[in-house]
């Protein structure tokens, strides 16, 4: 109930204004709450890892526009290896780097009207696709679970537009979500645990 409660409230918290890694105690057995904001940097992976490290269990909430793909893939694989989980609050935007850090939840929240895009990398300097990067790309995404058909339909965007994440989308390509609506319920399945230590069982269904 606790942690359903907490991930209904940071789903419709206000964003920040500055680009931050922060962490805040959610309270005694509760996982922390990690909120990623604005654009992903070359050192954002190690100072994101810096301030997860001593973790049990957490639930990372982003809001970005993107940066290194590099990095969103760094913060992606910490967030899978550690179970943690991740959500795009109600309204928010997550895009490129952004959604590649969001995927590597072990369980993924959106929230109402949340924008999730994706698209091929890019060459800063020239703007034109990254065979390299989307190679690690499309390695990633299928190290966190995603099917073939998830990948291609997500890397086949051009650099220079975004293939925005719908719910439905995500459900006919096979990548788990759960979505938060606007009356504020959130399904979830039965025992769900959150994190690897200190983790809390779910069982009821949904928000009362």
């Known amino acids: 109930m606790r942690f359903r409660m907490l991930v209904f409230a940071i789903a419709w918290a206000g964003s920040a204004h500055a680009a931050t890694i922060s962490v805040q105690s ?42 290194s793909v590099v990095t969103g893939i760094q913060i992606g694989e910490i967030i899978r290896l550690r179970e943690f989980h991740t959500i795009v609050p109600a309204g928010a935007r997550c895009a490129s780097a952004c959604a590649l850090a969001w995927l ?9 009207g949340a924008r999730i ?26 190290r966190v679970g995603l099917p073939y058909s998830a990948v291609v339909y997500l890397a086949r965007t051009a650099p220079n537009s975004v293939t925005w994440l719908s719910f439905a989308d995500a459900k006919r390509l096979g990548i788990e979500v759960t979505l938060l609506n606007a009356a504020g319920k959130l399904d979830l399945p039965a025992r769900t645990r959150v994190g690897t230590a200190g983790a809390l069982d779910l069982s009821a269904p949904a928000f009362p």
Request: aromatic share 6%; no cysteine.
């Open 26 to 67: 959610a309270g005694p057995e509760k996982p922390a709450v990690v909120i990623v904001h604005g654009t992903l940097e070359a050192a954002d992976g190690e100072r994101f890892f810096a301030k997860v490290a001593r973790l049990p269990s957490a639930l990372v909430r982003f809001e970005s526009n993107g940066g």
């Open 104 to 112: 590597g939840g072990s369980q993924r929240f959106m929230g109402p």
């Open 117 to 142: 895009g994706l698209h091929a990398a890019s060459d800063p300097r020239s703007g034109q696709t990254a065979n390299v990067a989307n190679a690690l790309m499309g390695a990633y995404l299928t």
